[in-house]
């Protein structure tokens, strides 16, 4: 398959992905672990039960 043929990704998932980590390391930084602990608790997704 040749370049011309292929088809431009819709969704980058290695780019997210690379994007939403640099994110967090952004907001953690100079955090201590007892903080870090408390931002974790603070985005875990709530699952319905």
Known sequence: MSKKNKKEKE???VKFFR???ERI???TKG???T???EYLNRRKLKLAR
């Open 11 to 13: 969704f980058d998932t």
């Open 19 to 21: 994007e939403v980590k």
């Open 25 to 27: 390391a952004e907001e």
């Open 31 to 33: 955090m201590t672990f």
């Open 35 to 37: 903080e870090f602990k």
